[in-house]
């Protein structure tokens, strides 16, 4: 295989894997009794509302060797509803048979045991920018 032909298949590679969804991640774990004050496990991800404010209960018992930061997701959706979007996008009319129930997200990012932001930990998938295009150039049509 020719370099020109390499070069389009790492290129083509690149672009798979950036679009990869970000799925929310540790649904299922938790955070051990021992860390905390009042000898509760902590759900590791779990759904708050935006008004409700956890530094304020989670209690360390060992402030100065531990630290909790808290990462929001938003924007979460399960994968089957994207593939429904893209594939309408495509016109494609086929039946998903196994819908993906993963919990995606549209951006995150972090905040500190006070609830101020942590700098630079916001993060947007390029899949989130990859569709605003799609819809951009939907709608210019």
């Known amino acids: 295989m020719g ?3 390499v070069t389009s298949v790492l290129k083509a590679w690149h672009i798979v894997e950036s679009l990869a ?12 009794e021992t860390y905390f004050e009042d000898n509760q496990k902590r759900k590791r991800t779990r759904l708050i509302q935006l008004n409700e404010y956890p ?19 938003l924007g979460c959706f399960e994968q089957y509803k994207l593939v429904q979007l893209i594939r309408a996008k495509f016109n494609a009319k086929e039946e998903i048979v196994n819908q993906n129930k993963t919990t995606l997200f549209s951006f995150t990012f972090e905040v500190d045991n006070k609830g101020q932001y942590v700098k630079d930990s916001i993060f947007v998938p390029f899949l989130m920018y990859a569709l605003k295009g799609m819809n951009r150039k939907r709608d210019q049509i």
């Open 21 to 32: 969804p970000s799925e929310v991640p540790y649904k299922d774990e938790a955070v051990e």
């Open 3 to 5: 370099s020109s032909k």
């Open 55 to 73: 530094w304020e209960f989670d209690e360390l018992k060992d402030k100065e060797k531990y630290q909790i930061n808290y990462r929001y997701y």
